[in-house]
């Protein structure tokens, strides 16, 4: 089982929809989670983390966390085709430093 | 500020050669992470640096890779005999133990081409 799951996609929209991005994790001893945007050649950068159960919003951004469920998700709201870029989810296992990346999801936002 | 610096940006080199990559954190940085990207893959975790101490690394990295950060700011990751299997990115981050644990800052990688 892998540490950190996502589907692969791509996950098209349309221009303004809501996009809805999900990834579960295997350690149930994780607290810290995050949500980095990747675009074609270039590297990851942060745009959400999440360390208690509910959401967290942030502008069009809403992250999900369900520690029960060991599922998080990444809400994009009125998505644009500058929102179309690899989505990667990421965790902090309990008593690492380390951060376990996800494979990513590829979003295309279609105009 | 000037970001989190990698050099060489790419590096072509033949099966069996030794590679050397550097990485200068963000000044005020303690934490110094290596990962590796492949093409569709997410970045794997190779090592992580708090100041000068590595504390932790992948048990998926073989003896044919290690990485130094001597006087706790820059950090450098050799890999000898390289193999074809070695082409991917090299992503360095660094990050605070002022920031949120896991806010990592990535460098723009340096790209290895093993012929």
């Known amino acids: 089982q892998k540490e950190v799951e996502q589907n692969s996609g791509p996950l098209s929209v349309p221009e303004g929809a809501i996009a809805s991005l999900n990834c579960t994790y295997s350690d149930r001893g994780s607290q810290s989670f995050f949500w980095y945007r990747q675009y074609s050649g270039k590297s990851p950068e942060l745009i959400m983390f999440i360390y208690s159960n509910g959401d967290k919003e942030d502008g069009r951004f809403t992250a999900q966390l369900n520690k029960a469920s060991q599922y998080v998700s990444l809400l994009i709201r009125d998505s644009q085709p500058s929102d179309s870029a690899t989505y990667l989810c990421?965790?902090?296992?309990?008593?690492?430093?380390?951060?376990?990346f996800g494979i990513g999801t590829k979003l295309q936002v279609i105009p | 500020d000037t970001g989190v610096s990698q050099d060489p940006r790419h590096k072509i080199t033949k099966r069996g050669q030794n590679v050397t990559f550097r990485c200068d954190p963000i000044s005020e940085h303690n934490r110094l992470y290596w990962y590796r990207q492949t093409l569709g893959q997410g970045p794997e975790f190779l090592t992580y640096f708090q100041n000068e101490a590595q504390l932790e690394k992948s048990r998926l990295l073989s003896d044919r890779f290690s990485a130094e950060r001597p006087k706790g700011s820059f950090s450098t990751l050799e890999i000898q005999r390289t193999e074809q299997g070695d082409s991917a990115m090299y992503l360095c981050?660094?990050?605070?133990?002022?920031?949120?644990?896991?806010?990592?800052?990535f460098g723009e990688g340096s790209r290895l081409t093993v012929l």
């Open positions: 990421a965790v902090k296992p309990g008593g690492y430093q380390k951060v376990t």
């Open positions: 981050a660094s990050s605070s133990s002022g920031l949120a644990a896991g806010e990592l800052f």
